[in-house]
């Protein structure tokens, strides 16, 4: 026998939240803020680790500090106002840490700086061609969750018309038995009565 009504339903309820999820993360994937969002952490992924490459990490500087906390604190208190004149000689002697750091100053840099007016225009270009190219992607999601109801949709009928036959059916059986027991009962009854 076929599926159920409800597992019918269950179905179609499990393949429109899955269309929808699908749906949705193309979206999310086309969207050009998203995109931007994701470069520009990429971006400053990539800064910190050339930084820390370069410079050292916050965790090997703090590694070579003394006993004690007075000792940790002066060590920093140095590091701080000697990071400028650090700076300077790891880049005197080396052009590639100069261009790195200049590099990483220009992503801060840019990064606090508001998009201008052309920015947003190609911005919203570039949204718009985005949209363009996964409306045709959107619509056959949604012709293919309609195509699935539609094909759905008969076979729900036919498995409630199945269920509607199969109540009548025991309904009537039942009906059947209840006279035929009445008339046991009523015989029984006769037949052990007194005569009178």
Known sequence: MGA???QLKADINR???ELAAD??????????SAIARRRTTAMRSAATSVR???MGSATSATSSVGDGVSSAASTAGDAITSTPGAVTAKAQ???????VIAFGAGLLVASLVPASQKEQEIAGRVEDTARDAAQPVVDAAKDSAQKVTEEMKPAAQ????????TAAQ???TTKEQARSAAGDVKETAQDSAPPA
Do not use: F, I, Y
């Open 4 to 6: 159920t009504p409800d």
């Open 15 to 17: 393949t429109r939240n």
């Open 158 to 165: 036919e498995a409630v018309q199945q269920v509607k036959d």
């Open 170 to 172: 025991a309904a009537d």
């Open 23 to 32: 749906v949705d993360a193309l979206t999310d994937r086309v969207s050009p």
């Open 93 to 99: 002697g080396n052009p590639l840490a100069a261009g």
């Open 52 to 54: 820390e490459r370069v």
